[in-house]
Structures are given as structure tokens and as C-alpha cells.
């Protein structure tokens, strides 16, 4: 094979590498049957929510996680596949999900959440987490119950008397 095409290949392996390693979440789906305009929805979903899906041949993903140290995703290398690189595990889980409810040609085969190999049952969990913004609404709502259940005691207080 040419030199020049090696390189490019090479250079290709360590890039998907990389964006495995920087993102918190890569997703493995399955596209076969999807029209373009469906493709071209699902990316503008996943994009609101600073994710982003890539399709790369499906020898040039195993050679990166192989070199990541990750086995056992050959099961899931095979066919027409797109891979969705999620900023936030949560958010990004949840588009997917409830596309492929929607549109049952797109099959969630599995993934990488947080250096661990998931399957498409735990995404399916995860996307039911509520996101960050939730999360952090729930928190700050259980600081405040204290103080806000003594507020209302001491009012009543004071208007008894």
C-alpha cells in the first residue's frame, strides 16, 4: 500500500482515539435504512446538545480502540455504523434514545461511557438520568428545603400571635 495512505490512516486511528479519550461518551449506532434527511435531523438533535455523530470504516474504530486498550467491540463493528462522540453522557443519550424509539432503523449497539464499555441497555438507563441543569436544580431545591421550612414556621408563628 501507498505510504501516503498509511499515514492518513494512521493519523485517522490516533484522531478517533483522541476524540474517544476527550469526550465523556462515544456511542455506537447503526444506520442501515436511515434516509439522508433523517441522518441530517438526528444530527441537528445531537448537535443542540454538543454532541456529534461521525461514521468512520469500522476496522479503522477497532484499530483506535485498540490502541486505547478497549476489547471485546467487534460484535459491535459491523454494518453501516455512525458513532456519536457525547459531551455530556446524559443529554446526548437521551436524543439517541428517543430517536430510535421514534425511528426504529436506528439501533443503539452499545458504546464507551466514561472509560467503561457499556451495552445498549445501561444507555437506555442513563438516558433516563436527568441532565445537569436538572441534577443541579434537585441539589440546590434540597439545600433550600431547610431554610425555607423554617421561614414558613416562624411566620406562623408570628401570625398566631
Not at 97 to 109: A, D, G, I, Q, T
Not at 124 to 132: C, H, M, N, Q, V
Request: glycine letters at 6%.
Amino acid at each position: 500500500m501507498n505510504q501516503n495512505i498509511l499515514k492518513a490512516k494512521e493519523e485517522l486511528v490516533s484522531k478517533i482515539a483522541e476524540d474517544v479519550k476527550s469526550h465523556q461518551a462515544m456511542t455506537i449506532v447503526e444506520y442501515r435504512g436511515l434516509s439522508v434527511s433523517e441522518i441530517s435531523d438526528l444530527r441537528k438533535q445531537l448537535k443542540k446538545e454538543n454532541a456529534s455523530m461521525v461514521v468512520f470504516k469500522n476496522s479503522l474504530v477497532e484499530r483506535a480502540m485498540a490502541n486505547l486498550g478497549y476489547t471485546d467491540f467487534d460484535e459491535w463493528l459491523t454494518g453501516p455504523n455512525a458513532y456519536v462522540f457525547l459531551d455530556e453522557v446524559t443529554s446526548g443519550a437521551k436524543v439517541i434514545m428517543k430517536y430510535s424509539r421514534r425511528n426504529p432503523k436506528l439501533v443503539v449497539k452499545g458504546g464507551v461511557v466514561e472509560g467503561q464499555k457499556v451495552d445498549a441497555a445501561k444507555l437506555k438507563e442513563l438516558s433516563k438520568i436527568p441532565g445537569r441543569e436538572g441534577l443541579i436544580s434537585m441539589f440546590l431545591s434540597v439545600l433550600q428545603a431547610p431554610v425555607r421550612q423554617f421561614a414558613c414556621t416562624v411566620k406562623a408563628i408570628a401570625e398566631k400571635q
